[in-house]
């Protein structure tokens, strides 16, 4: 289990990173033993998590907008925020809950379909090369190279022979990211068959929701096991010191968004990133504003 820890497990009173701790899932880590609907390193209940959801977003504004400003200074670090999950796991909402709540100057969201035929004469990682985020950015991807071992693999879309190398080939994209300067955190919001069906059920009754929804998506819970082993693949070859998972419960939404945006901000405190000084002389510059 590694690192692994519970819900309510004593943490050393001096740490500050709470949900990384409790939420980091060390290759091994299994992910069948982990309940959808708990909530680690959080006590509260939905209203309590709608409230520290809310009181996260200055703090974490505030460190966007020095990683930001740090950039124009020269400098040269960014943020990558994956995020995997079947379908309806909430990947939207935390686009919406989450990344909507920061300057949206300082964010990049891609999101991931099926290849293009553009993108399908190029190497799997191509396209993502391309969406990194640039320095002072936090970029965001909605799906990502992941779903080249997840759906991929579940459906045979290459000959397994070229899917079980991507493992390799991801660690090793991950590391030349991570020596750019660029923090990678990997989010996998982790649901149950059950709340799925909850979930789909409720886009089938809902006309607004209805766009949402594909009758594909009902096809693919057939495939739920094979995702889970391909999921539960995913943890123990790509979670790595300088890009480990973090396993996201994910039936409660709620507790998700908090958990993503806390995850956001942890690794924002880490950075510490400061304003630059000025590269001007202040006061002579107040004297020049006075005396236009
Ligand atoms: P959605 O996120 O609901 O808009 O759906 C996007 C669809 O694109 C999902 O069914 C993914 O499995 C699929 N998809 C994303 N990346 C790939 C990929 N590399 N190969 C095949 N299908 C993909
Ligand atoms: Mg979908």
């Known amino acids: 289990m590694g690192k692994k820890k519970k819900s309510g497990t004593k943490k050393a009173p001096e740490s500050t990173t709470p949900f990384s701790d409790a939420l980091r899932a060390d290759p091994g ?8 609907r708990s909530t680690p390193a959080f006590g509260g209940d939905k209203s309590d998590g709608r409230e520290a959801l809310d009181d996260l977003v200055a703090a974490v504004s505030d460190l966007q907008e020095r990683l930001f400003a740090e950039s124009v200074a020269g400098g040269t670090r960014s943020i990558l925020l994956v995020v995997q999950g079947m379908d309806t796991s909430g990947k939207g909402g935390i686009m919406r809950h989450v990344v909507g709540a920061v300057d949206p100057q300082g964010v990049d969201i891609t999101s991931f379909k099926a290849p293009t035929a553009e993108e399908q004469k190029h190497p799997f990682l191509w396209r993502i090369r391309k969406a990194l985020p640039t320095a002072g950015q936090i970029g965001v991807f909605d799906r990502s190279h992941y779903e080249d071992v997840l759906v991929v693999r579940v459906h045979d879309l290459v000959p397994r022979a070229q899917w079980a190398r991507r493992y390799g080939q991801i660690n090793t994209f991950e590391e ?8 990678i955190i990997k989010v996998l919001l982790h649901i149950s068959k059950e709340e799925q069906e909850e979930r789909l059920a409720e886009r089938l009754e809902r006309p607004e929701k209805h766009w949402k929804f594909t009758p594909g998506d009902i096809d693919e819970r057939e495939y739920w096991d094979d995702y889970a082993q391909a999921y539960q693949a995913v943890i123990d070859k790509t979670s790595t010191d300088v890009a480990p998972w973090y396993v996201v419960p994910a039936d409660r939404k709620w507790y998700a968004r908090l958990a993503v945006m806390t995850l956001l901000k942890e690794h924002l405190e880490a950075l510490d990133p400061q304003w630059p000084e000025a590269s001007f002389d202040v006061e002579q510059q107040q004297e020049r504003l006075k005396d236009s």
Do not use: K, N, R, Y
């Open 29 to 36: 880590t299994e992910l069948a033993g982990i309940a959808p």
């Open 176 to 183: 030349s990211v991570a020596d750019q300067d660029t923090t």
